[in-house]
């Protein structure tokens, strides 16, 4: 039965996980306007004579507009939005220049960076985007002001192509499968944090009190400690298929946005109430508590805990992942936000898997701890009498991860 119980839950998990495979590539370019933006350097003699002489011209032949010149010099907040978007398409370094402007027209985004000749320009706007090519880049050397004679094309797949001006697009466009999803860099400090933040969000009172509560009641059935174990593990992993699937969700969510950095950013400042909360319940218990199962879920729980069977535990773990991620949940809001914003889908996929391991480890831990009856009857003393300790810790960890992710994302 625990067997059928865990291939079940499998199979959750593993739809979910194709499914999000099939999302839309997440599009930091759904932030821009449909047009021409470019960001320049105010500091470049050439940039306005360039933008007003060959770009506008060959945008206006095309029926785009020109929406929006950002001089990133002069207005630094611009410079910190054309490093996040440049980053979050995927562009590496040694594609982006001193002038960069973002031609969208729907769902299709062509990159000119640098002064990239008219002629070119044109030829991309004629060929590209389509459907097969819905991103492409075309970058010419900083260097190069005037006399351009060579220019590069990327497809954001593959490494870049580079030829004459005289070469027409199409010659690499023939020779490339389709546009890519970028060249994602994930950053050093994204595996700890999510290892860490993951553990921290594991540390949640409600799971720890419904599984203490469930392992105590078996005991008093009888069971045989194996079947304790069994039960446990089922509930665990349920909990586990749960977060694992909201995550999902939340990536999903994150692509529609197009805007990470924000969920990120608001998940923190959600996981700073929550810690802040927290910490003065321990203190001041007349405070709203929001690590607490409300009480009327908790009526609906209990009966199917009470049967003590291995497919109450994975109906009881299913409702108590979904009931904890609203009082728990700003953490991990926060971090599945940089996970969608710093990887491909894969391996955001294998970032996600590692997050909700470790969020269900406390439990795991705990679970082998009291899989021994006389320390189960210890374990539920000490977690009845160490309340405040434990919300106190519990609190400040939030609150720790909290300015993280922030920092992470300014």
């Known amino acids: 039965m625990a067997l059928a ?17 099939f999302l839309p590539v997440p599009g930091p370019e759904r932030a821009l306007p449909d047009g021409a933006t470019v960001y320049y350097n105010a500091a470049c003699g050439d940039c306005g004579p360039y933008m007003a002489m060959e770009l506008k011209p060959v945008l206006d032949a095309a029926g785009i507009p020109l929406v929006a010149q950002k001089d990133y010099i002069n207005q630094p907040q611009y410079r910190a939005e054309l490093n996040d978007l440049s980053r979050d398409l995927g562009i590496p370094y040694s594609l982006r220049g001193h002038l960069m402007a973002f031609v969208k027209v729907g769902s299709r985004l062509l ?12 030829d991309a706007l004629a060929n590209a985007p389509t459907d097969r090519f819905p991103r492409l880049l ?39 499968p389709a546009s890519g999803t970028g060249e994602r860099e994930s950053p050093g400090y ?21 599984l203490l509560f469930f392992i105590a009641l078996l005991y008093v059935l009888r069971r045989p400690r194996l079947e304790v174990v069994g039960v446990g593990t089922v509930y665990i992993y349920a909990i586990f298929a749960v977060y694992f699937l909201i995550g999902i969700g939340l990536i999903g969510a994150f692509v529609i946005s197009g805007d990470p950095h924000f969920m990120a950013r608001a998940g923190s ?3 700073f109430v929550i810690g802040g909360l927290t910490l003065a319940n321990a203190f001041f218990p007349k405070v709203p508590l929001p690590f607490k199962m409300p009480t009327r879920v908790w009526d609906r729980v209990k009966p199917w805990m009470q049967r003590a069977t291995i497919p109450a535990a994975g109906v009881s773990g299913l409702l ?47 679970l082998v701890v009291v899989s021994n009856k006389r320390l189960a009857q210890r374990m539920a003393t000490w977690e009845r009498t160490n309340q405040k300790a434990v919300r106190v810790a519990a609190a400040l960890l939030m609150l720790l991860f909290a300015g ?3 920092l992470a994302v300014l």
């Open 190 to 210: 994204l595996l700890p944090l999510v290892l860490g933040a993951g553990f921290v969000d594991g540390l949640n009172p409600c799971a720890f009190a419904v």
């Open 5 to 21: 119980m865990v291939l079940a839950i499998t199979g959750l998990v593993l739809t979910g996980a194709v499914a999000g495979f």
């Open 404 to 406: 993280l992710v922030f």
């Open 269 to 271: 400042l959600l996981l």
């Open 111 to 122: 990159v000119l960076s640098g002064h990239v000749p008219a002629t070119v320009t044109a």
């Open 320 to 366: 108590v992942g979904l009931c904890t991620f609203p009082c728990s949940g700003g953490i991990y809001v926060a971090v599945v936000g940089l996970i969608a914003s710093h990887t491909a889908y894969l391996e955001g996929l294998g970032y996600l898997l590692l997050y909700n391991f470790m969020f269900v480890l406390p439990l795991v831990i705990l």
């Open 138 to 176: 075309l970058k010419v050397s900083d260097g190069d002001m005037t006399a351009v004679t060579f220019y590069s094309a990327w497809a954001f797949i593959g490494t870049p192509w580079t030829a004459e001006v005289q070469e027409p697009l199409r010659v690499y466009l023939d020779s490339t």
